[in-house]
């Protein structure tokens, strides 16, 4: 049987592409392997040339499959599996291009395209050391290709193709028929909680970061097979320096996402795999500070290579953790499908590289040059080794805590996370800032190998004076009110923070004293400003983390039920329920609940319009705005909601969407209860009672705005409840062309509707009530106060150009270049944390 | 540094490492009756939602208060009560973890995550016309 309207040719094309580049692969490895052993010119040049060969093929294979899956994807072509999968007619280019690292296949091709860029920097400026490195990035791509090919190996199969067609993968009826594309209408598209702009932009910056860990593998491997011990460091260090830029804020990135739109209510929950990629980041940044205290005094050659090799480690171990459904019951959002698929994949990365490597290191410790000779206390370098130790510490604490679904699958117990997840790493993390910040901070004004005392106090004695000062002014001014976990870790949150303060006033009074203002060699102090400015921001704005929607504190909260249990809860009620049209007092906000209105493009999206007013003793209105977060509702009811945020400098005000009413299409068939009532008398309804205060012609108030010619009259009518509130109702009627219109009054809280039906023969009047249990429109919220939020962003962005400044400075990057390139790192991440999605 | 030092500062970081994980207050996983019998402890409970008996919430009266009953492999039942918006998902979801500390006949929650059908493995071909002659 033929098929109808299949597009078979883009599938080809892209696999006879995977095979290539899967072949280019091993080629290419094989012949840089061989012309890393080859010292003699002439017999190496060949090898290399087959190497470079291979691997530009290998480099336009990754291209064309990619181009291959994106003309697929966008095209619509649903037999492919992958296209059913991760594209929908409704996306956007840029969720369509998101959608390509949704997937499994996707995220693995697009680490294999980042292999083969920095492959090709490593080709232009790596000389001597081109064989070697390229070897280890050919031998990673073989790895990675391997993830693309589908093929079976011992039974298990090894591999997903991305060109697998829909009818091969999926199981239906409709496969039977020849115009069974005729009944796919649309794809799933990618998923709704994933359509947003940081999908398209947190992936590759991350995977960037995670292949550029492979470079500096490579340089330690140059050294230990050519037994030049300390050569490669040079060299590497701009590549070290390049990974810990793009790592680090392709996790910071995420962590952005994550204070946007996912809604756990911060940037940082120390969900797994947050932690798993800032394991790998911390270590290696120990290995920068390892390669630096080498370079300036021979020293901790031997942690250089330790740290290195381990930061790869452990960033295959990020990618077992994340991808093979090991977390299942501790993450929210781990990657779940091809559990098998990926661990094997992962197994023979781990025995291909990091074992070989940890293999030749353990091998030729003993060869590997150290220095026999106490550091001095007061010499830099002692200092820098205790702070890489520091961080490689602090790294193996939080991934021996987040190995926890590993313990259980090795060891069968059956352990859970601990209650408070986020302050069994808080507690511990609190400490290594405290010790960071003041490292940081007086580490920069030492010398390598020794330093005067006096010199030391009399640069320090300011930083340390101006930072004691504003430590104190801002526990006077602003203090810090995270008191839940009792006065001990209060008390760590002031040292840390105060710690931090010192190491920013230290850190820019070094750029401004000892280095002149001379930026240039001034990365390091420029990336220490910047990390612990981050980490203060983190103390001040988490410690002040505020949730406004406290229900409370208004009027609305009625319990129910007693509680069971007898007791009370010292559980926060953090959610509010808003009625449409009525004002709610929420934390300083008055909130209104105004409207809502369906996105015209994405069918099953809605926006809520909310009103904020916040108004000072005198009645003024001090601040005005509208919030419009939003929600999918999915079929089955499913809910994903995308908060809105109002920014300010000083802080951010954020509220999302919890629950939604169901709209309910069924008509109103209650009828209404008239109550023949005189002035002063009173009525009843099932939750209390209502007194029909007056009746007026004419009237003129906050809801009607007749004239004397008008023929009006209005009920004012005072509604009790039995929770002792009150509301009132202006119910009224109009004549106009002999016809009466009737103006309802509703009391939404209660349920009623109130109606003035006209006037009886002995001069009564008509109120007609009408309780009606059908649902109200309405929605609950959450809303938070994020102060000083732009302090971590700000911090990520210095720290990121620190990193820039050091580079393009080891580099020996002409001047040009340099400023194109930190100019790039700074617009670009400005742009993107603090403009982009507002 | 000399070799030595190097070894005395790894066992002083082994010696911390060990405290620290030694801090860390793990939960268990526990089945209801095993949580019944641990009052007061926090545990994580692998259940599955009751689809026979009521859920409880009702966003206008209180959005802070949901109320379910669960049941476990062994087929033992409790109730639920969690402080905060219903998981939207809940009536779909193939099982549950709940977080919490058992209190009498009542589980007290403040964690729930929702194993759901997973995304692709259970979506069937969405046709306009489905096909009914097979």
């Known amino acids: 049987m033929t098929f109808e309207n299949e597009h078979l040719l883009p599938g080809q094309i892209g696999h006879f592409f995977v095979l290539l580049s899967f072949i280019t692969s091993i080629v290419a490895a094989i012949a840089y392997f061989t012309a890393s052993k080859i010292d003699l010119e002439n017999e190496k040049e060949p090898w290399l040339k087959i190497g470079r060969g291979a691997f530009f093929l290998q480099f336009l294979s990754i291209l064309v499959v990619f181009g291959c899956i994106y003309h697929i994807n966008s095209n619509h072509y649903f037999e492919y599996v992958y296209a059913y999968k991760h594209s929908s007619l409704e996306l956007e280019p840029k969720f369509l291009l998101a959608g390509i690292w949704e997937g499994q296949e996707g995220s693995f091709l697009l680490w294999s395209v980042w292999h083969c860029i920095l492959g090709v920097g490593v080709i232009l400026t790596a000389k001597k050391r081109e064989a070697p490195v390229m070897a280890i990035v050919n031998t990673a791509q073989f790895f990675l290709t391997i993830m693309l090919l589908g093929i079976y190996v011992f039974g298990e199969k090894i591999g997903s193709n991305p060109f697998a067609l829909t009818r091969n993968e999926l199981e239906g009826p409709i496969f039977a028929q020849a115009n069974y594309l005729s009944y796919i209408k649309d794809g799933i598209g990618l998923n709704v909680l994933l359509r947003n702009y940081w999908m398209v932009i947190h992936p590759p910056i991350l995977f960037l970061g995670f292949a550029s860990t492979l470079i500096p593998v490579g340089f330690a491997f140059s ?3 050519s037994k030049d011990w300390g050569g490669w460091i040079k060299p590497v260090l701009p590549w070290t320096l390049l990974s810990c830029l793009t790592l680090g804020v392709g996790i910071m990135m995420g962590g952005k996402w994550a204070y946007e739109s996912l809604s756990f209510g911060g940037y940082w929950a120390w969900d797994p795999v947050e932690n798993a990629s800032l394991v790998p980041w911390l ?49 929210v959002h781990s990657f779940t499908e091809a559990g098998m698929i990926v661990n094997i994949l992962i197994s023979m990365y781990v025995l291909g590289i990091t074992l070989p490597m940890f293999f030749l290191y353990f091998k030729n410790f003993r060869s590997i040059p150290s220095i026999q000779r106490e550091e001095n206390i007061s010499s830099r370098e002692f200092w820098m080794f205790i702070g890489s130790l520091i961080l490689f510490l602090s790294a193996i604490f939080i991934i021996a805590v987040t190995s926890l679904p590993v313990y259980n699958k090795l060891l069968g117990t059956n352990l859970a996370d601990p209650q408070d997840r986020e302050f069994t790493y808080n507690k511990v993390m609190v400490l290594v800032a405290v010790i960071l910040g003041l490292i940081t901070g007086f580490g920069q004004y030492l010398k390598y190998r020794n330093t005067g005392t006096k010199y030391l106090i009399s640069k320090l004695a300011w930083p340390l004076g101006i930072s004691i000062v504003l430590s ?19 008390g760590a949150i002031y040292a840390a923070l105060f710690a931090c303060i010192f190491s920013v006033i230290a850190n820019a009074a070094y750029l401004k004293t000892v280095l002149k203002g001379n930026l240039k060699a001034g990365g390091g102090a420029i990336a220490h400003l910047g990390f612990t400015m981050m980490i203060a921001g983190m103390l001040i704005s988490s410690g002040n983390k505020e949730v406004i929607s406290d229900n409370r504190a208004t009027g609305l909260y009625i ?17 509010l329920t808003l009625l449409k049209g009525v004002p709610t007092q929420m934390g300083r906000y008055t909130v209104t609940y105004l409207d809502d209105v369906e ?45 809105d945020t109002r920014h300010y400098l000083t802080h951010d005000v954020f509220t999302y969407v919890s629950t939604i009413s169901i709209k309910n299409e069924e008509k109103d068939t209650t009828a209404f209860k008239i109550n023949e009532m005189a002035i002063g008398d009173s009525g009843y309804y099932a939750k209390g009672y209502f007194v029909l205060n007056d009746i007026v012609k004419n009237p003129t108030n906050s809801r009607f705005n007749f004239s004397p010619s008008d023929t009006a009259l209005m009920a004012d009518i005072t509604v009790y409840s039995n929770d002792s509130t009150s509301y009132k109702a202006y119910p009224a009627l109009t004549i106009s062309n002999q016809e009466i219109n009737f103006l309802d009054d509703t009391v939404v809280t209660q349920n009623i509707h109130l109606n003035l039906g006209g006037v009886t023969t002995d001069k009564k009047f008509k109120i007609g009530i009408k309780e009606s249990n059908k649902l109200t429109d309405f929605i609950t919220v959450k809303s938070y106060i994020f102060p000083n939020i732009n302090l971590v962003w700000a911090g990520l962005i210095i720290m990121a150009c620190g ?36 | 540094m000399k070799t030595s030092s190097i070894v005395i500062l790894v066992a ?14 793990f939960s268990t996983y526990d089945s209801i009756g095993s949580a019944q019998e ?13 689809k026979s008996k009521p859920i409880q919430y009702d966003a206008l009266i209180d959005p802070n208060y949901l109320s379910f009953y669960a049941t476990d492999s062994l087929g033992a039942s409790t109730r639920v009560i969690y402080r905060d918006v219903k998981p939207p998902e809940l009536e779909q979801s193939e099982r549950v973890v709940l977080k919490g500390t058992m209190n009498g006949d009542v589980f007290e929650c403040d964690n729930i995550l929702l194993k759901c059908p997973s995304k692709y493995k259970d979506e069937k071909i969405q046709t306009e016309n489905p096909v009914t002659q097979y």
């Open chain 1, 223 to 225: 050294s230990l097979i």
């Open chain 1, 559 to 575: 319990p129910f039920e007693k509680d069971p249990t007898g007791r009370f809860t010292e559980n926060p009620m953090e959610n």
């Open chain 2, 38 to 50: 641990k009052q007061g402890q926090y545990v994580h409970l692998i259940a599955k939602l009751d």
């Open chain 1, 803 to 838: 990193f820039a400044v050091s580079m393009v400075r080891r580099a020996k990057a002409s001047k040009l270049i340099s400023y194109i390139v930190i100019g790039f790192v700074l617009i670009s991440l400005i742009y993107m944390f603090l403009f982009a999605n507002t």
């Open chain 1, 472 to 490: 104190v002014v801002l526990a006077i001014v602003y203090p810090i009110e995270y008191t839940t976990k009792g006065p001990g870790f209060l």
């Open chain 1, 283 to 331: 270590i290696l940044v120990s290995a920068l500070h390892c390669m630096a205290i080498f370079k300036a005094t021979g020293n901790a050659l031997r942690a250089t290579y330790f740290f290195t090799i381990l930061s790869y480690f452990f960033i295959l171990y990020s990618t077992f953790l994340t991808r093979t459904g090991i977390l299942g019951d501790t993450s």
């Open chain 1, 599 to 643: 996105s015209p493009m994405e069918k099953t999206r809605t926006y809520y319009h909310l009103h904020f007013q916040r108004k000072d003793k005198d009645g003024n209105v001090d601040e005005d705005f509208m919030l419009t977060p939003d929600s999918y509702r999915m079929k089955d009811n499913n809910l994903s909601s995308n908060p």
């Open chain 2, 12 to 25: 002083i970081a082994a010696t911390i490492g060990a405290i620290l994980m030694y801090s860390v207050d």
